[in-house]
Nanobody, 116 residues
């Protein structure tokens, strides 16, 4: 059974940093490329960073150069290092496999709020 537990969010001033963690159980972590997604109020959920099982990464243009995704295969954990945060980064952040549909299981997410 898949379980995804996101943590590390909080309130930070613009320009600050946060590190998000996502602990995954089940075989999702060992089978799939993983991604961090975010959903701002009134907006659709969007993918911001992806990482393959071998460690290849890709980023949305809006976060490129500021966010870094990584994974620890031994701990079944994926991370998102977020620097130079902007108010528009405010959202609930989720992790899941790449391409996960809305109808699939999602964790509770972690709230990131960036004040100006």
């Amino acid at each position: 059974q898949v379980q995804l537990v996101e943590s590390g969010g909080g309130l930070v001033q613009a320009g600050g940093s946060l590190r998000l963690s996502c602990a995954a159980s089940g075989n999702i972590f060992s089978t799939y490329a993983m991604a961090w997604y975010r959903q701002a109020p009134g907006k659709q959920r969007e993918s911001v960073a992806t990482i393959t099982r071998s460690g290849n990464t890709a980023y949305a243009d809006s976060v490129k150069g500021r966010f870094t995704i990584s994974r620890d295969n031994a701990k079944n954990t994926v991370y998102l290092e977020m620097n130079s945060l902007k108010p528009e980064d405010t959202a609930v952040y989720y992790c899941n496999r790449v391409g996960a549909p809305g109808s699939e299981y999602w964790g509770q997410g972690t709230q990131v709020t960036v004040s100006s």
